[in-house]
């Protein structure tokens, strides 16, 4: 575990041992206590196998079990001293019957990578700015934008998610995973020519630490004194407060700026417009609202870019952004919208992706405020829940496609409580326990029902209609009240705790202590990222403990118990569980292809981001 492959076909190995596994669960079944498997009905699902995604293609199985995605590559090996140069240079390609990537023909060699053209890319909203130490950068719309400018530490690695290094070039810590020390890669530069040292790593959390929205994600996990270190000129320790055995800075916190920019965006915030960063592809232009250009960065230190440029545009509408990219108008595009998906999976020349994360995607509910009347009782929480019209949000504004949510953690994933169920659609209930609120606090309420606030993204078509099918549910106990913003807006609402009720989407960290600082007490303040503003210190002891260690016989019961710990607080309504599509047409080549210089391939992609690094058009 964690070695290089032992073997070369060891690609191959995990793919039968999945097949095989896949089918023993097909045909297994249990017999009072017995667990039985039909050696018949194994044999049987494995011989209708067809085009079986595996780490080494689409496999397909014959009459005789063979099960592959054969291919034999003829290539010109011109230069013994040139490997890469001669695996690259194909003659042509033969599948042999029976494989499903052809029944015997010659097949078309891959198009070779080839640089030029500018690629427009679709994103859901655009963002207050591009700092990374002082910007509200929101997920995925900005960070698309800023994994195209930025450098992080680590990265996820493709399979199973481990975190590897990136421009760090090794990664150390502790026994008790509190300190984590990072080489940096020398001879790397940022687009203004300043090579990264650690002193720009250890100025960029400073910057953020003491920033008042960034540093409410920073400031609670790390000690006042000594939190983070510059070693030497190219190695840098974090200190945490608590243990955190999967620490992994891959986010906006682990973008890697230049201190020489930051100092010069202190003194002139009309900069935080124009980023400087390591990474693949350097500023050139931004409209906010309209579009943001970044052009190649000759110098990248990571390998080849092939883009000349790369153009993000926002557009809120999620029909509107699917309607561009049929009519050839942008290259791609990132959706949580199932109506839209579903279009977009059943459309000709377009390439779709979903985030292969092992515990899901982010989450779609309502969040309630619990600072603030009237949800600072649990008993119009509860209300609001029995209320919620969810199987018509599901049915009419989902279209039934959506994967309906109970709690943050889908049915597959380990941490999943099958206990936990999202009360809705229980209008009687609702009206009782708004009346015995209302008895208790009139002045809260209108003619028997409770006075509320409804806060949604305005500029998009489904969100309206949401917000009027909720409201016309929440009608037999609230008097409901709009209001509308820009989705700078809505998070700063967040933030600053001024909202009763809102639509949110949240959760699906890689790993689910990427979510504590959402629902930790230290995070609730004047400005808070624990949106609802509610604290509980045996919430924080679980998480805390979960956090310590890698072992998933201890992580999986406390994630379990998070769960209904959620649930009982009524502080989230859950509706869907968010799948989200990244969108391509067919002439993106190299999507999800981009490697870290030690040959990890990179995770991608996650929940609407995909970095545009390693993307080329074909024909452009």
Known sequence: WGEDPA????AHSYDATTLLLDAIAAASYVDVIDLMIDRAGVREYLGSVTDYSGIIGLMSCDAFGDCGSQKITVIGHADSGDIAAS????????TPGGSSLGEGHLVVPAPKPQKGGTLRFAIEADVDGLNPTASAISAPAGYMMGVAVFDTLVTGGYFGGECVPYLAESIDHNEDYTSWTYKIREGVYFHDGNEVTADDVVYSAELQRNDPLVGLAVKPFYPTEGAFEALDRYTVRFNLLDSWANFCPTSQLGWVASKAWLEAALEDPTLDQKPVGSGPFRFDSRSEDSVTRFVRNEDFW??????????FVPVVDPDTRTDLLLAGEVHGLHTGNDENIEILENSDGIYNLFSPKPHGGDEGFIMLNSSIAPFDDIRARKALAYATPKQD????ILAGLGKPADQLFEPESPYHNPA?????????????????YCADLPANCTNGKINMEYKFVEGSVIAQR?????????????????DLNNQQQHIQAAALGSYNAM??????????????VWLMCRTVGFI?????????????ALLLEAAATRDEAVRTPLYQELAQMLHDNYLYIFLNHNKWLSSFSDNVQGVCEGQTPDGHTIFCPSDGISSVRSMWLLGD
């Open 503 to 516: 639509a949110w989407r949240q959760f699906g960290a890689f790993a689910p202590e990427g979510d504590n």
């Open 393 to 396: 949000y599901l049915t009419l």
């Open 466 to 482: 949401a917000a009027e099918l909720f409201e016309k549910g929440w009608s037999v106990a609230f008097n409901v009240d709009f």
């Open 528 to 540: 808070s990222l624990n949106w609802p503003k509610y604290c509980d210190e045996d919430r924080d």
């Open 7 to 10: 073997a070369p076909f060891w």
């Open 302 to 311: 990571g390998g080849e870019v092939w883009l000349d440029a790369v153009e």
């Open 87 to 94: 695996n690259a240079n194909v003659i042509y390609e033969y």
């Open 420 to 436: 936990v169920k999202q009360e809705a659609d229980m209008p009687e209930e609702a009206v009782a326990m708004a009346a015995e």
